[in-house]
């Protein structure tokens, strides 16, 4: 059993430093790096491209509605056109930085509102899809299973890496339940092994309303700003290889 063990970095700005990318690094095996819009900057970006290299990371877009303010967790209302040109931007500012340092984007995942936005509008996911593709037809798309974007992407017969958020609390529907909600958030770190666990084994989850839903899964997603997310990380890969799993880059699956 292949699975992906992949996070969120270059999530800092400036001065500031939100998680430990290079502790994380040693970890996994796929990067979603922010492009600018809702975290990171020129350096970081750079930076977090170069430890991926360097640790035999895979390289992700982690893109954003332009919201640095708000983390990108606020929805931004703005024509199809508009959010396609601001995807092909973020796209294009990681790749430069990649040539440099002889890396390659192998996946995009849209972060905080965005993400929630193409996971359940068809219109949304259909210009992150497409405008993704314009950019590179070979990146493939980290989704949630039977999500709008999973279906947007199958559609243009791009290829789909099914994710499970570790912490993250799930509706009955297979959207992630609002962080507003209780058990949006799974906090303690052996409820969060036990469920990825459970993911794997079973191929379902238990719902925050008790419900048991299918959850496919390829790739498992461990945020990085959240309070030890290095043990986390290094307890997750552990309990995976226990199991009979190996932790594979999705561009190896």
């Not at 990318?21 to 979603?32: C, F, G, K, P, V």
């Not at 965005?114 to 996911?125: E, F, K, Q, R, T």
């Not at 058990?183 to 990825?196: N, S, T």
């Not at 307890?235 to 799993?245: F, P, S, V, Y």
């Amino acid at each position: 059993m292949k699975i992906d063990l992949n996070s969120d970095l270059g999530e800092g700005y400036g001065a500031y430093t939100v998680a430990d990318d290079a502790a994380l690094m040693q970890h996994i095996s796929s990067a979603n790096v922010a492009c600018g819009y809702h975290a990171g900057d020129p350096m970081i970006m750079d930076r977090t491209i170069r430890l991926a290299r360097e640790h035999g990371v895979d390289l992700g877009a982690h893109v954003s509605f332009p919201d640095l303010l708000g983390f990108g967790r606020r929805k931004i209302d703005m024509p199809l056109p508009e959010l396609e040109s601001h995807i092909l931007y973020q796209l294009g500012a990681l790749e430069g930085l990649a040539r440099r340092a002889d890396h390659q984007i192998t996946h995009m995942n849209p972060h905080g509102a965005l993400g929630n936005l193409a996971s359940c509008d068809p219109d949304v996911a259909k210009s992150v899809v497409g405008a993704t593709m314009d950019f590179d037809p070979e990146i493939a798309f980290l989704a949630l299973p039977g999500s709008a974007m999973e279906a947007a992407a199958l559609d243009r017969g791009a290829r789909v890496v099914r994710l499970f958020l570790a912490d993250r609390g799930y509706l009955p529907n297979g959207q992630l339940a609002p962080r507003s909600q209780e058990g949006a958030v799974i906090h303690d770190p052996a409820q969060v092994v036990e469920r990825v666990v459970e993911v794997l084994k079973t191929g379902e989850l238990t719902t925050t309303t008790g419900q048991v839903i299918p959850m496919p899964v390829d790739s498992i997603l461990i945020h990085s700003d959240t309070a030890g997310a290095v043990d986390l990380a290094t307890r997750l890969r552990a309990e995976i290889t226990k199991q009979g799993g190996a932790i594979t880059p999705l561009s190896q699956q």
